[in-house]
């Protein structure tokens, strides 16, 4: 079985309604993962509150590991979600508690001892110093057999060095066609990418020897998958009715990851990781109930 270690934020995201629906990326990434036949783990940090117990149960329901789960003195972390047309803005609340999670020596040792097929992670829990310093450490000294990384640019929770910290240390990224354009206001992707992702994928791989591949999300319009050798794959959309995105990208990385790691072909991973993020969208939650096959 797939092993998967997934770094970052637990939010709980609220709705126009006032509803409260458990989330955050690398959440998610860990939920969907579960479903499509992973074992997997969350590396994160809750709040000494109400929202923090709900969470771990929240977790345990979906078959995520809480084992590196710590607790922090800040609030357990929430985003208000507002909804236009099916597509999300959030309002990220902070301070939060995944904004201090740490590193410690039990944390590590267990990391070391579970043998991690998978990192993943991305930029909102590097937001803050302590965050970013333990996923600095994580990446410096625990080994996993591949890392993926997801951006996910929240406003006002990215800046230069916590996205130059996922080019140069994933061998899977994953960047979608929204976020692209926000990429060029930092110099260093500048220099890499003066024209844009597709007019600098030889530079891009060439600058950063890990990165073996560019997943390219294009929302209704499928994903390209680009490779270090030169070549590309499409994945085409598959047709559904949007009831909301959030949680899309996150079941397509999970999905993605999880099959590719298992020894499927970049075609067949693309065509689950179309085929669970169409259904994920139909759906208000961002990990509505499903089993595999769709």
């Not at 579970?114 to 996923?135: K, M, N, P, V, Y």
């Not at 057999?145 to 929770?157: A, K, M, T, V, Y």
Request: glycine content about 8%; aromatic content about 10%.
């Amino acid at each position: 079985m797939i092993k998967i270690l997934s770094f970052g934020e637990i939010i709980w995201d609220v709705f126009p309604d006032g509803d409260a629906v458990i989330g955050g990326a690398p959440l998610n990434f860990a939920a969907h993962a579960v479903k499509c036949g992973a074992e997997a783990f969350l590396f994160s940090a809750i709040g000494e509150d109400a929202l923090g117990e709900r969470a771990i149960r929240a977790l345990q329901n979906l078959g995520v590991k809480t084992d590196l789960i710590g607790k922090s003195a800040l609030p357990t972390g929430r985003c208000l979600v507002t909804l236009k047309n099916g597509s999300p803005s959030y309002e990220v609340c902070r301070p939060a508690a995944y904004d201090h999670i740490l590193l410690n020596e039990d944390a590590e040792g267990r990391i070391g001892a579970e043998q991690f097929d998978a990192f993943c992670f991305g930029t909102l829990a590097a937001r803050e110093q302590i965050s970013r310093h333990a996923l600095q450490k994580t990446l410096e000294r625990c080994k996993f057999g591949s890392i993926f990384c997801d951006i996910n640019l929240r406003p006002n929770c990215y800046d230069e060095e916590s996205v130059k910290l996922c080019f140069e240390n994933a061998n899977l990224l994953k960047i979608s066609e929204e976020e692209e354009p926000l990429l060029s206001a930092f110099p260093f992707y500048q220099s890499v990418c003066p024209k844009g992702l597709q007019n600098g994928l030889d530079s891009l791989f060439d600058t950063y020897p890990n990165l073996a591949l560019v997943l390219f999300t294009k929302g209704e319009k499928g994903a390209t998958v680009y490779q270090k050798d030169g070549t590309c794959v499409e994945i085409p959309p598959c047709p559904t009715t949007v009831a909301s995105t959030v949680g899309a990208g996150d079941s397509f990385g999970a999905a993605f990851l999880t099959s590719y790691l298992g020894g499927a072909s970049i075609p067949e991973a693309g065509s689950l990781a179309s085929r669970v993020s169409a259904f994920v969208v139909s759906k208000k939650e961002a990990v509505p109930e499903y089993r595999l096959p769709l």
